[in-house]
């Protein structure tokens, strides 16, 4: 009898714990909470239409991206083109956000309009000022700024 109450208070002890964490539960932990589930509803809604998370100028520019850039820079720009084997040095990591954040939208304006010889990097990066208009370069640059995105701007949750 005696070990059967002392169960029932172990019990509601912990029970009583658990709750209280419950009513405690901190504002960072229920926005974390809130944040899983805006990244979960994000992902079903992206597997459903790879376009949804973008905003119309950055699908334009994603257009123009896999047009002229995917040979080389790839798909998701990790630099892994069909073509990034017969480049040395390959493209760089465009969704490497430590490396991105030193690269101003000007300085990928820059890049983009006078190739890798306007910017003293490699020669194989190919100039396009002849070959794009400045508002399809514009654009590109806007969709190059979504590969180190986390929060999809386009969809309002
Ligand atoms: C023929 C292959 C090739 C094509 C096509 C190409 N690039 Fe590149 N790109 C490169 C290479 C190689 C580099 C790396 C230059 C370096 O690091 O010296 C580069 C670098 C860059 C960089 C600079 C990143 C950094 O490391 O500073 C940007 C931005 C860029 N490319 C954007 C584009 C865009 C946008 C397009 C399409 C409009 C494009 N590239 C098309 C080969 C290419």
Redesign the pocket.
């Given at each position: 009898m005696k070990h059967l109450q002392m169960h029932l208070i172990i019990c509601l002890f912990v029970l009583s714990q658990i709750s209280c964490h419950e009513i405690h539960q901190s504002g960072t932990a229920l926005q974390k909470d809130r944040d899983s589930l805006t990244v979960a509803i994000a992902d079903s809604l992206i597997r459903n239409d790879p376009w949804v998370r973008y905003t119309y100028t950055e699908r334009q520019g994603k257009q123009?991206?896999e047009q002229?850039?995917v040979?080389?820079?790839g798909q998701s720009g990790e630099g892994d083109?069909f073509?990034a084997y017969n480049?040395n040095?390959?493209?760089?990591s465009?969704s490497d956000s430590t490396?991105m954040k030193a690269?101003s939208s000007e300085?990928?304006t820059e890049?983009?309009s006078f190739g890798?010889k306007g910017?003293n990097?490699?020669v194989?990066?190919?100039a396009?000022q002849n070959t794009?208009s400045k508002t399809q370069i514009s654009k590109?640059?806007v969709y190059?700024e979504t590969f180190t995105q986390t929060v999809f701007k386009s969809i309002n949750l």
């Open positions: 123009l991206f002229y850039c040979v080389c820079h083109g073509n480049l040095p390959r493209p760089h465009l490396y690269l300085t990928l890049t983009i890798g910017v990097k490699s194989l990066m190919p396009y794009l590109v640059v190059i």
